[in-house]
């Protein structure tokens, strides 16, 4: 599944050729992804202007002029394709080494000019829905997601306020889509490592008895930061399936501290231990035992 770092250079590789364009028309090739696709779909997006293209966790939010909002969500393997005078770029190309199916070519966007922006979804875990703009917060999709993760609103106050009666590890927390939005298993286990926190630590650590933050708050905050804004400049991370805006393959992979690293030495400099790795709710995490405390 595409993480924050992965959607975020999709929406890059979009928003210049989307953004300001009329869609002159729009195919839906079949009735739906993982669902439905919206009553009337073609209709209400054909004569529609972009007039923005944002993110908001793992969605792609396409602002419509006529007041409306396409969200998509790429699942685990949608893909788009732009397609302009013979030329392909592909923002967000998943099945790395493998070229998109056309028959899995479920969405065209013919947009003014002659440019067309292909949706291809071999397993259809995608969607995509629609929403009047105004209404969007208040979205089952929207309304109770937790904070960018780049955004100002994550900062150690917040962390301690939403940790301090949690009865989970920090791993699960970070996890919660509730807590941090868009934050996935990648990055945490990732973010975990650079703030030299176990996964295995209880959350509540991150506040004390007053509900102040910690230390362990404190250097956590920028840790994820750091952790997605090198991911995103490094185009995301290629592990089975992600290339981003040029079919290029996403390169933060060759940086991973501890991720897909069980039994190889700790980067750490002195550290001297091993990377392990443990199943927290299902999910691989990876952590250093020795550094990570």
């Known amino acids: 599944m595409p993480e924050l770092p992965e959607v975020e250079t999709v929406r890059r590789g979009l928003a210049p050729v989307l953004v300001g364009k009329r869609v002159a028309s729009l195919e839906a090739r079949r009735p739906d992804l993982r669902f439905p696709f919206p009553d009337n779909f073609a209709k209400r997006v054909a004569g529609q202007s972009v007039v923005g293209l944002e993110r908001r966790a ?10 409306e909002d396409l969200v998509m969500h790429l699942g685990m393997t949608g893909r788009f394709t732009i397609m302009h005078e013979g030329q392909a770029d592909t923002p967000g190309h998943y ?12 969405v065209v966007f013919h947009l003014s000019g002659g440019t067309r922006v292909v949706y291809n979804d071999p397993r259809r875990f995608g969607f995509m829905v629609m929403m009047a703009r105004a209404e969007r917060l208040q979205h089952p999709l929207f309304r109770e ?19 301090m009666s949690r009865k ?32 295995n630590r209880a959350a509540r650590s991150l506040a004390d008895r007053r509900g102040a933050p910690t230390d362990r708050a404190i250097r956590l905050v920028p840790a994820i930061r750091d952790v997605l804004e090198r991911a995103i400049e490094a185009g995301g991370s290629t592990l089975r399936d992600y290339r981003h805006a040029d079919g290029r393959r996403g ?3 060759e940086r991973f501290g501890v991720y897909d690293r069980a039994g190889s030495a700790c980067h750490t400099a002195g550290c001297g231990g091993e990377i392990r790795r443990a199943v927290h709710s299902g999910r691989a995490t990876f952590y250093c035992p020795r550094c990570q405390r």
């Open 251 to 253: 390169e933060f992979q």
């Open 168 to 199: 989970v590890n920090l791993k699960a927390f970070l996890m919660d889509q509730h807590v941090i939005a868009g934050l996935g298993n990648i990055y945490v286990s990732e973010a975990l490592f650079q703030a030299g926190l176990s996964p």
């Open 58 to 67: 793992k969605y792609l939010i396409a602002s419509l002029s006529g007041g």
């Open 95 to 106: 099945a790395y080494g493998v070229g998109p199916d056309p028959t899995h070519d479920h």
């Open 145 to 163: 997601l937790g904070a960018e993760p780049l955004g100002e609103e994550l900062t150690a106050d917040y962390l301690a306020a939403k940790a």
